[in-house]
C-alpha cells in the first residue's frame, strides 16, 4: 500500500484496508457498518461516508493509518499528515490518560460502543464526539492489525 497518496480509484481508495476494518466491525457487533451497494466501491463509499472512519496500526505508539473525508475535515488534516501520525496526538495532552484507558479496554473487550471525549483538530479547535465505536481489527486468522474507530455524533466546543 503506497500510503503517501490519498483515497481515489487509482488506489481503489484502499479497498483491502477498508474491507479488513468493516469485516472485523461486522464480526464483533454482528452487524454492517456500510451496507453494500451495486456499482459503488466499498472503499470509496467507505471514503466518501458522511461519519469519520479512522484507524491506527499495533504499534506501541499506534499510528494512524486510515481516515476517511469526513475525519480529515475534522481533524482538519490532509491524508499526508494523518498517515504515520501518532493517533494519541488527535486528544490533548490532559486527556491522553483517559484515551489510554480506552484503547486498553477496547484491546480487552474487542470493541467498545458508546465511547464520548474530546479531541482536538489541527488548529486547535475541540470537538467532543459521542457515541463512538471503537473496535480492534483482525483478519479471518484473528492476525492482529490494530484498532479502528468511527462516530458520527460530534459537536464543536467553545
Partial sequence: ???SIPPCEDNQYYEAHV???LESYRRLLNQPLLEAVAGLPLGQRAFEAGFALLSHNADDDPLFNYGNRTALDLFELSWQELIGMPSRFSA????????ERLLAEVGSK???DNYSGVRIAKSGKRFLIRRAVVWNVHDSQQNYYGQAACFSDWTLLP
Avoid at 495532552?93 to 483517559?98: F, G, H, I, M
Wanted: glycine share 6%; net charge negative; hydrophobic share 40%.
Fill in 19 to 21: 474491507a479488513l476494518l
Fill in 92 to 99: 490533548e495532552p490532559v486527556n491522553r490518560q483517559e484515551r
Fill in 110 to 112: 474487542g470493541f467498545i
Fill in 1 to 3: 500500500m503506497n500510503d
